[in-house]
C-alpha cells in the first residue's frame, strides 16, 4: 500500500498534503484545469505558484515518477542552451508525437541518426534559404488574408467587431503548406469568393467555385491537431495516440496527406531528375522546403550511379513534412491572433520597433507554454538535487515575476549569462510582465541618441532553445514580422468591446486565445 502513495524526490519542495494522500496532486489539479482550461499554468499554479518557490514536484500515485517543475526563466534558458550534455527532450514529450510520426525528428531523443536527420533539414530553415523560398509565398498569402478583411471590414462587419482566429488560420495553413510543399492549397482565397458570393446576395452552392483542394486538407490538419491536443490530455498520452492510428479517421487523414505530397513529390522528382550533375546542384531549382531535400537526395543517386529510392514511402521525409504542416501552422496562427489586442502599440513603427513589438507578441503570447527536459545524469538545478532520469517541466511563458534566487544557487552557465548580458529580469525590462510593453525590448544608445533592439533583454525562450529548440523558429519570426508589418500599414484597429477584452485561453496543443477578435477600418 505505501507503494501506491507518491514517491516525492527528496530535497526539492513540494505540497505537503498531496504527499498524504494516493492520488497526490492530481485532484488539485483537475479542479484548477477545469476552471481555466489551460492544463501547462494549471500546473505551475498548482506547484511552484501555490508554494512560492522557483522549482517544486507535481506529485502522481506512487506509480508514476514526480514531474519536477520549473518557472525560472535564466535557468531555464541554460538548461536548453548549454546544458545539453545533462538534459535531453523527456519521455512525456516524446510520447505525445512519435506514435503517430515516430520518424519525425521531434519524437525522438537526441541520437547520431537524430543528428543526421537534422541536418539534412538544417538548410530549409536558413534565413537565406527561407528569405527566398518562403518569404515570398508567406507574403501572398498575407496579401490575400488583407483582402479578405478589408471585404469583411467594408461590408458584412462594418464597424463590429468579427473573430479573427480561423482566418490567421486558414492564411498560416496557406503560407506553410506552400513554404514546406510548393503547392497552393489557396483557403484564403475561396473565403474570399464565398463572402463576395455572399455581398453580391449569390448563396446558394451552384454559385459559387467548387472548394480547393486546400478546403480539404485543412480538415486533415484541423483533425490532427485536436486528436493529438486531446489525446496528450487523456491519462495516458503515448496509449491513447497509438490507438487513434488504428482508427480510420487516422488512416484517411495520412491516406489524404500523404498522396497530396506525393503528387507534388512526383513533380519535383521528374523536375530533378532530367537535370545532369553540375546543373543540378544549385538552389536556385527549389521553391519549397521539400525540393531541396528531395533534390539532394537526387543528387546522392546520380552520384552513386544508384536509382533513387522512392521518396512518397520515406517515412523520415513523410513525418518530418507532417510535424511542420500540422506544428507550422496553429503556433504562428495563435501567436498572432494574440498580438492584435494591442497592436496600435505599433504605429510608430521604425525598426527596433518593430523587432520589439514581434519579440513582445511572441513572449507575451506564450503559445508554447511549457516543455519538457529529462536529466540524463545525476545533477542539480539551483543547487537542488536532479537525479537522473527525473522529468522537469519548464514554463517557457514569462508572465510573471520569478521568485528571487541568491546568484550562488545558479548554474556556472547561467551566472555567465548574467554577467554578459545583464539581469533583465530585474530591471526595467522585468515590470509588469502580464503586459505588452515592447520598450522593454529597446535601450537607449547613448552615442545616437536612438532606441536600440536588445535582444538579451529578458530570457528569450518562448521557442525553447538550444539543439531541441524550435526548428521553425526563423520561419515563424519571420512570418509574424511579414504579417504584423503588412497589418498596421494597411488597417487602423479600433478599440473593442470590452466584453471582448480577456487574456484567457484554452491550451490544445498551444494556447490559443478565447476572445480572438478584431474591429478594423481599412486604411
Ligand atoms: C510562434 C510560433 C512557434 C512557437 C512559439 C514554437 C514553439 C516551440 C517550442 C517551445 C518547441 C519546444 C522546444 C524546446 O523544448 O526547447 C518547439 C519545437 C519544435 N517546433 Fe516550434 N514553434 C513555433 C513555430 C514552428 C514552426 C513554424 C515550425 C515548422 C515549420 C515548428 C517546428 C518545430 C519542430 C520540428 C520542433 C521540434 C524540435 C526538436 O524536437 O528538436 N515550430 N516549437
Not at 503548406?177 to 473565403?191: C, F, I, K, Q
Not at 503586459?435 to 547613448?446: I, P, S, T
Amino acid at each position: 500500500r505505501r507503494k501506491l502513495y507518491p514517491a516525492p524526490y527528496p530535497d526539492i519542495p513540494y505540497s505537503e498534503d498531496s504527499a498524504k494522500r494516493i492520488s497526490g496532486d492530481i485532484p488539485s489539479l483537475v479542479l484548477v484545469i477545469k476552471s481555466t482550461n489551460e492544463f501547462s499554468s494549471s500546473v505551475f499554479a498548482i506547484t511552484t505558484q501555490k508554494l512560492g518557490t522557483p522549482i517544486s514536484q507535481l506529485l502522481f500515485p506512487g506509480i508514476r515518477k514526480p514531474l519536477i517543475t520549473l518557472e525560472d526563466p535564466r535557468e531555464i534558458e541554460d538548461i536548453v542552451l548549454r546544458r545539453n550534455k545533462e538534459f535531453d527532450k523527456a519521455p512525456t514529450a516524446i510520447d505525445i508525437f512519435s506514435p503517430m510520426f515516430p520518424h519525425a525528428s521531434i519524437s525522438q531523443y537526441t541520437t547520431p541518426k537524430l543528428k543526421a536527420q537534422k541536418r539534412l533539414w538544417a538548410d530549409v530553415m536558413s534565413t537565406e534559404f527561407l528569405r527566398k523560398a518562403a518569404a515570398p509565398n508567406i507574403h501572398k498569402a498575407t496579401l490575400e488574408l488583407l483582402d479578405l478583411w478589408e471585404l469583411k471590414a467594408s461590408t458584412i462587419y462594418r464597424g463590429q467587431a468579427f473573430k479573427c482566429h480561423e482566418d490567421f488560420r486558414n492564411a498560416a495553413l496557406d503560407a506553410i503548406w506552400v513554404a514546406v510543399v510548393g503547392e497552393e492549397p489557396g483557403v484564403t482565397r475561396y473565403e474570399i469568393n464565398k463572402l463576395q458570393d455572399q455581398v453580391r446576395g449569390n448563396t446558394g452552392s451552384h454559385n459559387s467555385l467548387p472548394p480547393p483542394r486546400g478546403v480539404f486538407l485543412k480538415e486533415e490538419v484541423a483533425y490532427i491537431g485536436d486528436t493529438i491536443a486531446r489525446n496528450s490530455n487523456s491519462p495516458v498520452p503515448k496509449w491513447s495516440q497509438k490507438i487513434e492510428t488504428y482508427s480510420s479517421r487516422y488512416r484517411k487523414f495520412r491516406n489524404t496527406v500523404t498522396s497530396e505530397i506525393s503528387l507534388a513529390m512526383g513533380k519535383a522528382v521528374e523536375r530533378f531528375q532530367r537535370l545532369e550533375l553540375g546543373k543540378l546542384e544549385v538552389d536556385e531549382l527549389d521553391t519549397c522546403m521539400m525540393d531541396l531535400v528531395l533534390r539532394r537526395q537526387v543528387v546522392e543517386a546520380k552520384k552513386n550511379d544508384k536509382p533513387l529510392a522512392d521518396p512518397t514511402k520515406d517515412l523520415n521525409i513523410l513525418d518530418e513534412m507532417f510535424v511542420m504542416l500540422v506544428g507550422g501552422h496553429d503556433s504562428t496562427a495563435n501567436a498572432l491572433t494574440w498580438f492584435l489586442p494591442s497592436v496600435t502599440d505599433i504605429l510608430e513603427t521604425n525598426i527596433p520597433y518593430l523587432d520589439a513589438a514581434c519579440e513582445e507578441i511572441v513572449r507575451l503570447a506564450g503559445v508554447a507554454k511549457g516543455n519538457l527536459r529529462q536529466a540524463i545524469v545525476d545533477t542539480e538545478i539551483l543547487g537542488y538535487k536532479i537525479p537522473k532520469g527525473a522529468e522537469i517541466f519548464m514554463n517557457y511563458h514569462i508572465d510573471r515575476t520569478p521568485v528571487p534566487v541568491a546568484r550562488s544557487k545558479r548554474s556556472v552557465g547561467s551566472q555567465a549569462a548574467i554577467d554578459k548580458h545583464g539581469d533583465g529580469l530585474q530591471s526595467n525590462a522585468g515590470h509588469d510582465l502580464g503586459d505588452f510593453e515592447l520598450r522593454r525590448w529597446l535601450v537607449n544608445d547613448k552615442d545616437t541618441g536612438k532606441d536600440v533592439f536588445n535582444a538579451y533583454a529578458l530570457p528569450s525562450i518562448a521557442f525553447g532553445g538550444g539543439y531541441r529548440g524550435c526548428a521553425g523558429r526563423k520561419l515563424a519570426s519571420m512570418e509574424i514580422r511579414i504579417v504584423v508589418t503588412l497589418l498596421i500599414l494597411n488597417f487602423e484597429f479600433l478599440e473593442l468591446p470590452s466584453e471582448y477584452r480577456a487574456m484567457s485561453a484554452t491550451e490544445k496543443i498551444f494556447r490559443q486565445p478565447d476572445f480572438p477578435y478584431i474591429r478594423l477600418r481599412p486604411l
